[in-house]
């Protein structure tokens, strides 16, 4: 018979005790499929227990699946096949995989972490006590699906205030992050409609695009951004851009390439274009390029922004300003959905934008980063190395373009690379098609590299160069 030390319980109640320990042997293949288990009374007796116990235990078990009763003959083991080892040790490899595979590198280029220490830790937690003091009532009530009021109020107020945009807070709807956003937008627009993205373009757009069920196309670019002759082929209904600093090549959309792109999507009624300003506060010269939406007059921009750049990668709260033609359509049709942001996060956020301490927070990280930056430029162009590096797009955002001079294979600088400890990613993987690549141009994501490291990882670069 078999039988178990209740001693070893712990914390567990009994029967929970016995549930758990039965379906680890079933499980390890120690109890057979079709095996009887002891009657209730005997089981009881074995060990020492009510036959509540047992009963409560083996009811638990059934209800999960393991085992079944016949009426008067007892209790006994499902059939079903479960691979134990071979599932622990799939999941024991896929675990070292992941949380082996980064570390241990002096400058990881791919990466777009921010620093720890960057986060203002000290002024969020008193904003957020002095939220939990204030507006428990509001705390506990639930927000409309488009996000709180006093969060849209804030968010409205900023973009009027640094990005001169008229927007009213009803346009603006709160997302737990941009992927989520999309998915919205897709059932709001249509899945018959074709939607364009940049070529070269942010590659993770395509799989949210296919695995939403919609056609999704790529768009040729020029020196000044997406080619509205392509757009026309492409017979494109919905375009996704970054023009205020182009991702991964870094692009700043002329003014005359702006109006170009306008009156493409006045041209037909449901064209759109959604205008992704993913770190245009974070533009290290000069000041923030203006949105496209500031100078549509059609209503046919969709203005899309995070968090996540200026407080950390870990704050999924996210937002769009849809043109005010689409509000009806949209909750009539969307407003079922709650919203995805916890009310603790979104009347924290509204009441550090309101008091001034997201621009100030703004104005330290441009600092830091554009100190940062120069750093990593200075050491990357000191001396020899101009010869055979240079760098585009270094003006905005927290990436630039690295090109190396050299008549070397790019899986071949690469490697050379890794071997050093410096993590690359080739602008030629954010093309789409049989379309002709650069090579040899890397895009420098530089927001988690330890700056103190600079010389060091420039140096390795300039040897991958000549070595």
């Known amino acids: 018979m078999i039988t178990y030390n209740v001693m070893d319980a712990g914390s567990d109640s009994i029967y929970e005790f016995l549930s758990k320990s039965i379906k680890k042997d079933i499980l390890q293949g120690i109890l057979k499929a079709g095996e009887k288990l002891p009657s209730k009374r005997q089981f009881a007796k074995n060990l020492g227990v009510s036959v509540i116990t047992v009963e409560n235990a083996y009811a638990q078990l059934m209800?999960?699946?393991?085992?079944?009763?016949?009426?008067?003959?007892?209790?006994y083991v499902s059939d079903f096949k479960y691979p134990l080892q071979e599932r622990k040790a799939e999941l024991t490899r896929e675990m070292v995989s992941l949380t082996g595979e980064d570390k241990g590198w002096l400058?990881?280029?791919?990466?777009?972490?921010?620093?720890?220490?960057?986060?203002?830790?000290?002024i969020w937690s008193k904003v957020i006590r002095e939220v939990l003091n204030d507006s428990r009532v509001q705390l506990m009530t639930n927000s409309a699906c488009g996000g709180i009021q006093a969060l849209r109020e804030s968010i409205?107020?900023?973009?009027?205030?640094?990005?001169?945009?008229?927007?009213?807070?009803?346009?603006?709807?709160?997302?737990?992050?941009?992927?989520?956003?999309?998915?919205?937008?897709?059932?709001?627009?249509g899945r018959d409609k074709i939607y364009a993205v940049e070529n070269p373009g942010y590659r993770k757009l395509e799989k949210i695009y296919?695995?939403?069920?919609?056609?999704?196309?790529?768009?040729?670019?020029?020196?000044?951004?997406?080619?509205?002759?392509?757009?026309?082929?492409?017979?494109?209904?919905?375009?996704?851009?970054?023009?205020?600093?182009?991702?991964?090549?870094?692009?700043?959309?002329?003014?005359?390439?702006?109006?170009?792109?306008?009156?493409?999507?006045?041209?037909a009624e449901e064209r759109y274009i959604i205008e992704d300003d993913y770190d245009s506060e974070l533009r290290l010269s000069g000041r923030p390029i203006p949105t496209l939406q500031s100078i549509d007059m059609s209503g046919c921009v969709i203005y899309m922004n995070t968090f996540t750049k200026t407080l950390c990668?870990?704050?999924?709260?996210?937002?769009?300003?849809?043109?005010?033609?689409?509000?009806?359509?949209?909750?009539?049709?969307?407003?079922?959905?709650?919203?995805?942001v916890s009310n603790f996060e979104q009347?924290?956020?509204?009441?550090?934008?309101?008091?001034?301490?997201?621009?100030?927070?703004?104005?330290?990280?441009?600092?830091?980063?554009?100190?940062?930056?120069?750093?990593?430029?200075?050491?990357l162009l000191k001396g020899k190395r101009k010869d055979v590096i240079s760098v585009s797009g270094e003006e905005a955002g927290l990436h630039f373009l690295m090109k190396v001079h050299i008549q070397l294979p790019e899986k071949v600088f690469?490697?050379?690379?890794?071997?050093?400890?410096?993590?690359?990613?080739?602008?030629?993987?954010?093309?789409?098609?049989?379309?002709?690549?650069?090579?040899?141009?890397?895009?420098?994501?530089?927001?988690?590299?330890?700056?103190?490291?600079?010389?060091?990882?420039?140096?390795?670069?300039?040897?991958?160069?000549i070595e």
């Open 63 to 75: 209800a999960e699946g393991y085992i079944y009763s016949i009426p008067k003959r007892g209790f």
């Open 107 to 122: 400058a990881d280029f791919t990466s777009n972490q921010t620093e720890t220490d960057l986060f203002p830790f000290t």
């Open 156 to 189: 409205a107020g900023y973009l009027k205030d640094f990005r001169d945009m008229d927007v009213k807070p009803q346009q603006i709807i709160v997302g737990a992050g941009t992927e989520y956003l999309y998915g919205l937008l897709i059932q709001l627009l």
């Open 210 to 267: 296919n695995s939403l069920g919609v056609a999704c196309r790529w768009i040729a670019m020029d020196q000044a951004g997406v080619c509205i002759s392509d757009l026309e082929n492409q017979q494109a209904d919905i375009v996704h851009i970054t023009p205020s600093h182009q991702y991964p090549a870094g692009i700043i959309m002329p003014i005359s390439r702006r109006y170009e792109m306008l009156g493409w999507a006045s041209k």
């Open 313 to 340: 990668s870990t704050v999924r709260i996210s937002y769009m300003v849809l043109p005010r033609k689409l509000l009806q359509q949209f909750y009539e049709k969307l407003s079922f959905y709650s919203c995805t």
């Open 347 to 379: 009347y924290t956020l509204a009441k550090f934008i309101q008091e001034g301490k997201f621009e100030n927070h703004i104005n330290r990280l441009r600092n830091y980063y554009r100190r940062k930056r120069d750093i990593l430029l200075e050491a």
């Open 414 to 465: 690469l490697e050379r690379a890794r071997s050093r400890g410096i993590k690359l990613v080739p602008l030629s993987d954010y093309y789409y098609g049989d379309v002709e690549k650069p090579e040899n141009i890397y895009v420098m994501n530089f927001s988690s590299v330890d700056i103190t490291k600079a010389d060091e990882a420039a140096d390795k670069i300039y040897r991958c160069c």
